[in-house]
């Protein structure tokens, strides 16, 4: 298990490499707030 923070889920998707945390770790934990910025912000 992992619990990422905003900015390796920035860089990983940027690669196209955001796939590599589920093949590393069986479960990956995004709180709410890493998922505001990253997601619903990123769209902005």
């Known amino acids: ?4 923070n905003a900015t390796p889920l920035i860089y990983l998707a940027k690669l196209g490499r955001l796939h ?3 093949d590393f770790f069986q479960e990956v ?3 709410e707030e ?7 912000r990123g769209k902005e």
């Not at 298990?1 to 990422?4: A, G």
């Not at 890493?34 to 619903?40: A, G």
């Open 34 to 40: 890493v998922k505001r910025e990253v997601v619903d």
């Open 29 to 31: 934990i995004i709180p």
């Open 20 to 22: 590599l945390l589920k």
């Open 1 to 4: 298990m992992i619990v990422s």
